[in-house]
């Protein structure tokens, strides 16, 4: 069974850091794609970071862009998210994916919603405030 599943979250003050973790299963990652995205109420899922299955193709959204680092440990199935400098905008769900690369890449490079076909954790939140 597939199965992702984030943790890390927390409320933290603008201009620190925090590391998100996405833990998977069913799966191995050198096969998988995995994605980072959030959501806001009221808005659509923004695709944040996203890694392929060989581990040599990474895209960020311009938003993040030389703040967040996405990297992967592949013996403990675990996609990470470094999340650096974080700003007031930034707060959000924060959920991984795991779909076909070319549909993840086109969330994050060019902002097309994700694919329901995707499998999804539950999310993490994130919260920014001074």
């Known amino acids: 069974q597939v199965q992702l599943v984030e943790s890390g979250g927390d409320s933290v003050q603008p201009g620190q850091s925090l590391r998100l973790s996405c833990v998977t299963s069913?799966?191995?990652?050198?096969?998988?794609?995995i994605g980072w995205f959030r959501q806001i109420p009221g808005k659509e899922r923004e695709g944040v970071s996203c890694?392929?299955?060989?581990?040599?193709?990474?895209y960020y959204a311009d938003s993040v862009k030389g703040r967040f680092t996405i990297s992967r440990d592949v013996g403990a199935n675990t996609v990470y998210l470094q999340m650096d400098s974080l700003k007031p905008e930034d707060p959000a769900v924060y959920y991984c994916?795991?779909?076909?690369?070319?549909?993840?890449?086109?969330?994050?490079?060019?902002?097309?919603?994700?694919?329901?076909?995707?499998?999804w954790g539950q999310g993490t939140q994130v919260t920014v405030s001074s």
């Open positions: 069913g799966f191995t990652l050198e096969d998988s794609a």
């Open positions: 994916a795991t779909d076909l690369f070319p549909f993840l890449q086109a969330s994050v490079v060019a902002g097309i919603p994700p694919r329901d076909a995707g499998t």
């Open positions: 890694i392929n299955g060989g581990g040599n193709l990474i």
